[in-house]
């Protein structure tokens, strides 16, 4: 298997966070954590890198809620900070181990989902 240096550089880039963090907030502008997160991107960003580059980040507290569509389900939703975290570690990581997924591995891959399984099926 190859090994790749420098990951946690890339990740902690100020564009990939920035990137991430428009990722993240896809359907979710408008809601209260995320508006307070935004009114001062730039800030919160570079608090956010120097945090990872320092190795003094710490996840926040999952918040869980019950939903009922369409069926009854329990949801854990990170805070908004941990998934621009999520998001900017998988802007460097999904490109490296995609390539090595089979072509019939379907889970939690982009083009790939239940449906595709099916049709190939």
Known sequence: MKRYGNLWSS???FDNLLFAAN?????????????????NLEAELFKL???LQSKTYHPGAYKTFEIFE???RIIS????????VH????????????RTF?????ANRIGFG?????EDV
Do not use: M, W
């Open 49 to 51: 890198q120097a945090e």
């Open 77 to 84: 939703a990170a805070p908004y900070r941990d998934r621009i």
């Open 70 to 72: 369409p069926k009854r």
């Open 102 to 106: 089979i072509g019939d591995s379907y």
């Open 23 to 39: 990722k993240a907030q896809r359907g979710k502008r408008f809601q209260e954590n995320v508006l307070a997160f935004n009114y």
């Open 11 to 13: 990740i902690t880039e």
């Open 114 to 118: 239940t449906h595709r399984a099916l």
């Open 87 to 98: 998001h900017a570690l998988c802007n460097i990581i999904v490109p490296i181990f995609e």
